[in-house]
């Protein structure tokens, strides 16, 4: 964290010089002497390494998004990829998608970039994208959507289904609330249905079906999706009516401009994986493997774990709607729980149990509050080094949902040195 911060104050002195009336110059606009004068190969490899690590790996990248503006780039000196062969790729490529892929340097530059800096990080893409690829395409295919824009997925979220934007825009598909609300994603205390796989992903075909049906051409659509639709009748307009994605580029806001070649460069490198000596990690489940049940009350992660072998962080990753790692019961919306497919049996066989448990629970908490929930009762617990919620509830004899409650947690990461609010049953030890 020490190195990315100091990276991070480098990169910002640097760019604080290269602003120009008050905009950052872009990198189609960097002279070659320029970016060699700031920047070596080596001083970019780190840069991009220790961003990238921030953005996939830490606690902070529920907050944080796949794409790295082109500015985080200043550009690379050293080729991955020939121009002929590139060429002749995207040309294969463009000959099975109605996107555009047509030869262009802003996108050479781009694929470059990802091959020369981020090639280490595509396995573990790749394995997300074996378990909701299939998923994704299902659903692209019945809304007669190009199954290439599965990949706007890895834009968006690098697959992570709650990842949440700045500006509040959440989930694989990164739906603002007002946008999700418009396609039936109901959001409560309890259930993000922008973080349902399922849900958002047909959300999102119904979203993009629109946008085609505006614009007429893929490419629109896409930057449409990022910027909305207003962004790219403007562009359309101050371009003097041109309706290549290329030629309103310019025109675009920059986030939008970076984005689509984002999406192009994402696809080239999945499909031409091999050919650059890039292979899969072993996803931790297909989505073939896991099943839903409908549950029948209200219950919680933890009680689930309790009466099982099933742990809360499978339940967690299988499930990532469900906001306080709770599933609530309710009637016209019937929330499932999705499992393991060797884990279904499991909790048939101790459904009965778990409910049983959930009602103790219940009728515990509707009765007065006992000395442990007064105000003076609570204390303030200092996370350590090897520290997890599970462990901590155990200490203090309460349940990770309560922990969760009180310190109104949305996920089960932990920092260290992070203060969390405890009523204890116990006193820990």
Known sequence: MKKLIICLLFTNTIFSQIKKDSLFITQDT???????????????????????????????????????????????????????????????????????LAFNPSLENVINSYLLYRKKYYPALMAKAKYYFPMFEQYLDQYDIPLEMKYLAIVESALRPKIKSPVGATGLWQFMYGTGIEFDLKVSSYVDERQDPVKATIAACKYLSQLFTVF??????????????GNVRKAIKRSGGYTNYWNIRPYLPRETAGYVPAFYATMYIFEYATEHNIYSELPQFFNFQTDTIKIKRTISFDQISEKTAIDEDVLSELNPSYKLDIIPFVED???????????????????KEIYALADTDDAQREKPLPKYFEMDQRIRYKVKSGDFLGKIANKFGVRVSDLKRWNSLKTSRLKIGQRLSVYPKKLGK
């Open 30 to 100: 960097i002279q070659e002497p320029v970016r060699k004068s700031f920047f070596s190969d080596a001083d970019l490899d780190a840069i991009d390494s220790l961003l990238v690590d921030e953005k996939f790996n830490s606690a902070l990248v529920d907050s944080l998004s796949y794409v790295i503006n082109d500015i985080d780039i200043t550009g690379n000196t050293s080729i991955v990829l020939t121009t002929d062969l590139l060429k002749l790729r995207l040309t294969a490529l463009n000959s099975k998608t109605p996107f555009n």
């Open 333 to 351: 919306r019937e929330y499932a729980l999705r499992l393991p497919s060797d884990k279904v049996i499991e909790f048939l066989d101790k459904e």
């Open 216 to 229: 007429g051409d893929w490419d629109l659509a896409l930057a449409a999706y990022n910027s909305g639709p």
